[in-house]
């Protein structure tokens, strides 16, 4: 992490919180892997209080746990996905039902646009991040046109592991492609204003994410018994 460094006008927390939070999605904090308050307020000159403000934010996001005394971080299992995609499922599913009746013809081009843009990303072979938060702008320019607050609001209590399960769902031959597939195939219910289908489409894209996420995680675990 040296080559990391801390600007005053950001408060030291917010700095530390997208740091640890970004290392964690690109691997460099591994699942499990102890997060050192110490060495790290050590290694940035600073006090312990901003990295454990840091801390306790990711540790509500489920991001961070903390295991006898030890902040780890955190370790998916098939239950949490399970959990988390049943919640996706009865959540999103409706945000598509209540966008398909209530979005304008222009807030339904934006969400056209952007998997325009997905399509783009992965003919021109970018880097998976940009596809994968492509792909999570298309459900949340989704939830975005319910224009129901509250609907968004329980979503994103569920951001942080949202986002690291997409990392993972993400893995495996022509993911970006079939997502991208499932995508268009809500979209397509949505533009013709066929709301439970849309909702439908949703769920049985939700429910292939759970069993790839199920085959990554069970080939992952396969690996670290051999």
Do not use: W
Request: net charge neutral; charged share 30%.
């Amino acid at each position: 992490m040296n080559e990391l460094s801390l600007e005053k006008q950001v408060p030291y927390y917010e700095q530390f919180y997208h740091m640890i939070k970004k290392m964690i999605f690109e691997g460099k904090y591994q699942p499990g892997e102890r997060i050192n308050e110490t060495q790290l307020a050590k290694e940035f000159n600073v006090s312990k209080s901003p990295i454990r403000e840091a801390v306790r934010i990711l540790e509500k996001e489920g991001l961070l746990v903390v295991k006898k005394s030890k902040v780890v971080v955190y370790e998916p299992t098939l239950k949490d996905v399970k959990d988390i995609y049943f919640c996706r499922m009865a959540l999103e599913s409706f945000a598509a039902k209540i966008t398909t009746q209530m979005a304008s013809d222009e807030e339904l081009k934006e969400i056209e646009d952007s998997l325009l843009k997905t399509e783009k990303a992965i003919q021109a072979n970018e880097n998976a991040n940009t596809i994968i938060t492509l792909n999570e702008q298309f459900h949340n320019l989704i939830l975005k046109f319910t224009h129901n607050n509250r609907l968004q609001k329980q979503v994103n209590d569920l951001k942080g592991l949202i986002y690291f399960f997409r990392i993972l769902n993400f893995k495996g031959e022509n993911r970006a492609a079939d997502i991208l597939k499932q995508h268009r195939s809500i979209f397509e219910c949505m533009k013709n204003r066929d709301a439970e289908q849309a909702s439908e489409q949703m769920i049985n894209h939700l429910e292939l994410d759970t069993e790839h996420l199920f085959e990554v995680l069970s080939s992952s675990k396969d690996k670290s018994t051999t």
